[in-house]
């Protein structure tokens, strides 16, 4: 058997960012394969390794594949019993923003048979839906430009020896909709809203007036300490079962005071415990 090795799956929404996905590890030094028959996966790991040298081989298989994709899971579970470290990397998107790209691609769904794009997405979704749930890392790119979606590869993916844990600490409204990508959600509508401060409600979370005022509750503080000490606490059962990457969703109303302020300071307090963290900001300026 060969050394142990690095290997990424990466799948995922067929228009949500692949191909930016893929460029984006090759420019980080993974040797990366293409739409490969799940059956051919351990061995083409192996052969890159023998052949080519590369102790990073990430290899992409989504619904292109046919029949094939359906021996996935099988092959994943091969590559583990080699005990290689594996991964798997699932880009997401909204049934609205997929559409949109397919009709300004002016390229056909590969399900889309004789359906319209929509039915071809929701097809696309249900047959994923086991994979998405398994796996280390889901990018949601329905708000991602291109340069953001790199951005998030090289966080992720970029050097993997010095840090335990990745966690992207998001900031968002609800009434905007919780992230789809989360892994814990926090609800901060329970302290009070700066937008009912008339000194306050054209700042945002960013401003150290707001960040003041909502920090200054008792229950801010209580929370901030509570909830570091959580995450804490799950990592360790995280990084056993091989999920090195959460995203930690805290919300409010709008996604501009609250939700804005406590996130920094979270990611703050998750910097000192070791943890390398991305703070990103979903709804900040759509007000």
């Known amino acids: 058997m060969s050394?142990?090795?690095?290997?990424?799956?990466?799948?995922?929404?067929?228009?949500?960012?692949?191909?930016?996905?893929?460029?984006?590890?090759?420019?980080?030094?993974?040797?990366?394969?293409?739409?490969?028959?799940?059956?051919?996966?351990?061995?083409?790991?192996?052969?890159?390794?023998?052949?080519?040298?590369?102790?990073?081989?990430?290899?992409?298989?989504?619904?292109?594949?046919?029949?094939?994709?359906?021996?996935?899971?099988?092959?994943?579970?091969?590559?583990?019993?080699?005990?290689?470290?594996?991964?798997?990397?699932?880009?997401?998107?909204?049934?609205?923003?997929?559409?949109?790209?397919?009709?300004?691609?002016?390229?056909?769904?590969?399900?889309?048979?004789?359906?319209?794009?929509?039915?071809?997405v929701q097809r696309e979704r249900a047959l994923l839906g086991d994979l998405r749930a398994e796996s280390d890392l889901v990018i949601d790119t329905t708000n991602l430009n291109v340069h953001e979606l790199r951005r998030a590869i090289e966080a992720a993916f970029g050097d993997d020896d010095h840090v335990a844990l990745r966690a992207t600490v998001m900031s968002f409204g609800f009434k905007y909709g919780i992230p789809v990508d989360a892994d814990l959600v926090a609800d901060m509508r329970f302290l009070p809203n700066p937008y009912w401060d008339d000194n306050l409600k054209d700042l945002t979370g960013l401003d150290s007036a707001v960040n003041d005022y909502v920090i200054d509750q008792p229950e801010a503080k209580a929370f901030l300490d509570n909830y570091a000490e959580l995450i804490s606490l799950v990592e360790d059962g995280y990084l056993r079962e091989g999920k090195r990457f959460v995203t930690i969703a805290i919300g409010c109303t709008g996604g501009k005071h609250r939700s804005v302020a406590m996130a920094e300071n979270l990611s703050a307090r998750l910097v000192k415990n070791g943890v390398e963290v991305r703070v990103v900001h979903r709804d900040l300026g759509r007000e």
């Open 3 to 120: 050394e142990p090795i690095d290997v990424i799956l990466v799948s995922g929404m067929s228009g949500a960012g692949r191909s930016t996905a893929t460029r984006a590890l090759e420019d980080l030094g993974w040797f990366v394969v293409d739409n490969l028959p799940p059956t051919l996966m351990i061995d083409v790991v192996n052969y890159v390794t023998a052949r080519a040298g590369s102790t990073k081989v990430a290899v992409v298989a989504d619904v292109r594949g046919g029949k094939l994709f359906e021996e996935l899971q099988d092959s994943l579970n091969e590559i583990k019993n080699a005990g290689h470290d594996l991964r798997v990397l699932f880009l997401e998107a909204g049934d609205e923003a997929l559409v949109r790209r397919y009709e300004s691609s002016r390229r056909p769904h590969p399900l889309q048979r004789d359906d319209n794009i929509l039915a071809a």
